[in-house]
């Protein structure tokens, strides 16, 4: 099963925007028809953030076919900030198809309800991944981030492909063979957000990692309030539900249709230049 993206709008501007194509070229939603599993317990996973690049982008849960598209925040294109001694994301960074974090469920473990997003991935693997690629992951563990109230999962996982993936298979291996990188991840969460002058974000558990068998559990269970929300047994809200291969769901539409989607976005163009204030390095006393 394989996958592509093709381009729309201008990269670094409001109207980019990143599609997805199935192997035989039809357009589909990287959020719903993109399957969850590659095999058992191997998981697919959308980057959305490469490794060392700072650009927020994110699949667009609201938009027809939830293309990737860069955050905005106060009608500026948001980038996150290089929080000394970080530079951009510190993994490639996206989420797991056809799971869904429900702000209307109020988690067991956190005390605290979903962000209303696919769950989230941090792929500790070597390679530098490219915007929208489609990976297939192990999953090793998940770190409980409270953001603003909200359960926010950070699940670890390490991309199949990677020559040392054999070598992890649960969190305590990420914390022999690669010693500070789950530290690091911990304290990447915790400041990423104080540039735009928010407070320090919390955690679940103490900021402790839970282990293989729990983030498994974890997906599984979003990836069923996933299927609720794809049924229409639950209510969407604001999320845009519209795929082309989930033939139960009320919500599938033809490949005309989403056809129509993407032709009616602007023609791919020239980049713009990435502001050079993203490049400077943020320091403040812990």
Same mark, same amino acid.
């Given at each position: ?6 381009? @729309?709008? @201008? ?19 990287? !959020? *719903? ?6 095999? #058992?317990?191997? !998981?697919?996973?959308?980057? #959305?953030?490469? @490794?060392?690049?700072? /650009? ?21 294109? @948001?980038?996150?900030?290089?929080? !000394?001694?970080? +530079?951009?994301?510190? &993994? ?18 956190? $005390? ?7 769950? %989230? ?10 915007? $929208?690629?489609?990976?297939?992951? +192990?999953?090793?563990?998940?770190? /409980?981030?409270?953001?603003?109230? #909200?359960? %926010? ?19 305590? %291996?990420?914390?022999?063979? +690669? ?8 304290? &990447?969460? =915790?400041?990423? =957000? ?16 839970? %282990? ?10 979003? *990836?069923?309030? &996933? ?32 056809? /129509? ?9 020239? #980049? ?7 490049? =400077? &390095? ?5």
């Amino acid at each position: 099963m394989s996958f592509s993206v093709e381009e @729309r709008g @201008r990269p670094n501007t409001q109207d980019y925007r990143v599609f997805f194509k199935n192997s035989q070229g039809k357009y589909i939603s990287p !959020f *719903h028809d993109i399957p969850i599993y590659a095999n #058992e317990n191997i !998981f697919h996973a959308v980057v #959305e953030v490469p @490794r060392w690049t700072n /650009a927020k982008m994110e699949i667009a849960t609201k938009d027809q076919l939830n293309p990737l598209i860069q955050d905005v925040k106060k009608g500026n294109l @948001r980038y996150v900030a290089n929080v !000394f001694p970080h +530079k951009g994301y510190i &993994w490639n960074y996206g989420a797991i198809p056809q799971t869904w974090e429900d702000p209307n469920h109020k988690d067991g473990d956190t $005390g605290c309800c979903g962000d209303n997003d696919p769950i %989230d991935i941090c792929d500790i693997g070597n390679k530098v991944c490219s915007r $929208g690629e489609i990976i297939k992951v +192990k999953v090793l563990g998940t770190l /409980a981030l409270i953001d603003e109230g #909200e359960t %926010d999962w950070k699940v670890i996982v390490i991309n199949t492909e990677d020559p040392e993936a054999g070598d992890f298979n649960d969190i305590d %291996d990420v914390r022999r063979l +690669k010693p500070g990188y789950l530290e690091a991840t911990v304290d &990447w969460f =915790k400041r990423y =957000k104080v540039p735009d002058g928010k407070p320090e974000n919390q955690f679940a558990f103490n900021g402790e990692f839970k %282990d293989r068998d729990f983030a498994i559990k974890t997906v599984k269970s979003t *990836h069923e309030f &996933w299927k609720a929300l794809i049924s229409k047994q639950t209510n969407a809200g604001g999320l845009n539900c519209m795929n082309t291969s989930v033939s139960d769901s009320p919500f599938c539409c033809s490949a005309a249709d989403a056809e /129509a989607v993407v032709k009616s976005a602007s023609a791919f163009g020239a #980049e713009e230049p990435i502001p050079s204030s993203v490049d =400077k &390095w943020f320091y403040y006393e812990k």
